[in-house]
């Protein structure tokens, strides 16, 4: 689970961001300004930080920039100045992405995932090769799914979805996080896009079905254990 950091002097704003990282399964840590942003950026780790521009004490700029003395931690800066001088600054400091007030919050969690995606280190071929689930072998690279040995054909979108979930293992994902980063968050389907395939997904994996958990008023997740306890 990946860990952010809210840097804002509004505690409304905080809040909102708060309440849809955590829907989308992130854990959040805040600050209310610069200074308290580079203590807690001192003592503790975190996958990205969000911060504001305009606060009290020490103003988004400056934390940045003391942040970026030691560390390449990805950073997305917020401010209701849209001048085009603040955003240039704001990458010449090495910001990653930089959003206007008043935004979208869930714009906002799609540049928070698409910063993410892009700050991991590449994954080996080993490692996204074969994983293994007692019968079920899932071979990303080769986009192929067999069970019991056998293997099992997939629409295009089922193989990324069972890979999205499979890498996203144990983790809570709501289906506007799997619409967003499984179809593209610019995709205009709806919740049943999702269940529909989690239906076709579970009739093709037979006895590994129940690995693909429903968490009602949530989504689903992929829980390897859930077939265990059967």
Known sequence: MAKLLVV????????????????????VDEASDGMEAISKFKENDYDLIIMDIMMPKYDGFSACKEIRKTS???????????EEYDKLFGFELGIDDYVTKPFSPKELMARVHAVLARSKPARTEEEESLIRFDGLEIDMLGRSVSVEGKRIELTPKEYDLLFYLVKNKNIALSRDKLLRDVWGYDFFGDDRTIDTH???????LGDYRDM???????????DAAAREQE
């Open 8 to 27: 804002d002097d509004e505690e409304n704003i905080r809040e909102v961001v708060r309440e849809y990282a955590e829907f989308d399964g992130y854990e």
């Open 72 to 82: 390449n931690l990805p950073i997305i800066m917020m401010s209701a100045r849209s």
């Open 198 to 204: 989690i239906k076709n997904l579970r009739n093709n």
């Open 212 to 222: 693909i958990v429903t968490l009602r008023g949530v989504g689903y997740k992929f």
